[in-house]
């Protein structure tokens, strides 16, 4: 696993999209695994930022999401297909039909999980990136979640339905229920980013990266992957014992792994 600690969290955002814009100039079709969240909406701006300077274009992109709320109107703003939507495909050159999520209203969604892990699986993620909660989720593979997991309905712990109140700004309550892709289909991309900024990820993510690999932490399974990064802020960092250098260059921090840093 490779571990930046960023300056700050514009910086991390900043960071990110480095990588994300290496990513997409250097693969077509730039198969791209994407998470929802507040974490995600700097990175994914200042890479609209820097298409709309003309610095690459995301035409051959192909997007995947990792998940999507259960019980949601369709096409409503709080769906993450819509806040995909909102904050990236629509303000930038990626195609309407290059983007791909688990339809939640399907009738049979036992049958629409595998289909969408059998797309997930044929697509083959280049880079996804991902979220931690602060109870480790990853997706919405919420804390006991096999790491063998494969893409299902799940339950939404109430510390995510907690966390997750802000984005429905007491319209409606937060869902009970979601479609997420499993750990075993989020540890099948070729890449993974996780993102982590603030003091609410501090503790989750020391036991992610330097705890046991453990389905009670779901974020540890990165410890699995050969080429996992995670970028977080100096706050989201603190209670990392091994985080002792700042890099301003997500390019020149080599790979060590997991289990080394225990
Ligand atoms: C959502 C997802 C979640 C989030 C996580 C962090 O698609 O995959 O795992 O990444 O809940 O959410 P924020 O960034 O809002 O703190």
Known sequence: MRLIVAPDRASAAKLTADIIERFVKSTAPAVLGIATGATMEEPLAEVVRRHRRGAFSLARTEIYLLDEYIGLEPGGRDTFRSAVDRRFVSRTD?????????????????????????????????????????????AFNEPGSALDGTTRVVELSEQTRTDNARFFAGRTEPPTTAITQGIATILAARELLLVACGPSKACALARAIEGPVTEMIPASALQLHPNATVIADPSAASELASASAVHESPFDVPMTSGVENQ
Not at 106 to 125: F, H, K, N, P, S
């Open 94 to 138: 990626v195609p309407a039909a290059a983007v791909h999520s688990p339809d939640p209203h399907a009738t049979d969604l036992g049958a629409e999980c595998d289909r969408y892990e059998q797309e997930v699986r044929g697509a083959q993620i280049g880079l996804q990136l991902l979220g931690i909660g602060t109870n480790g989720h990853i």
